[in-house]
């Protein structure tokens, strides 16, 4: 029989991220691999957090002008 070659050695996962510019990378083993998918899942909703302050200061800014006051309307002549 002729020997397999390619294709996994070793029943993992790579779990890759990218903090402060420099990109990271680490097997997980399949032991590991509900505990790993539990903290991404926890990252993600605290990503959604985030970005969901964003757009809501993002309104905020949007709706007051920089002095804090808001603008007198003209009368229509």
């Not at 590991?32 to 969901?52: C, F």
């Given at each position: 029989?002729?020997?397999?070659?390619?294709?996994?050695?070793?029943?993992?996962?790579?779990?890759?991220?990218?903090?402060g510019g420099t990109t990271r990378s680490r097997y997980v083993?399949?032991?590991?691999?509900?505990?790993?998918?539990?903290?991404?899942?926890?990252?993600?909703?605290?990503?959604?957090?985030?970005?969901?302050?964003?757009?809501?200061?993002?309104?905020?800014?949007?709706?007051?002008?920089?002095?804090?006051?808001?603008?007198?309307?003209?009368?229509?002549?």
């Amino acid at each position: 029989m002729p020997a397999r070659r390619g294709g996994p050695k070793h029943p993992t996962r790579q779990l890759t991220v990218t903090l402060g510019g420099t990109t990271r990378s680490r097997y997980v083993r399949l032991g590991e691999l509900a505990q790993v998918r539990a903290l991404i899942a926890t990252y993600e909703e605290l990503w959604a957090i985030v970005n969901d302050l964003t757009a809501v200061n993002l309104t905020l800014l949007h709706s007051t002008p920089p002095s804090g006051r808001v603008p007198q309307r003209r009368a229509a002549r």
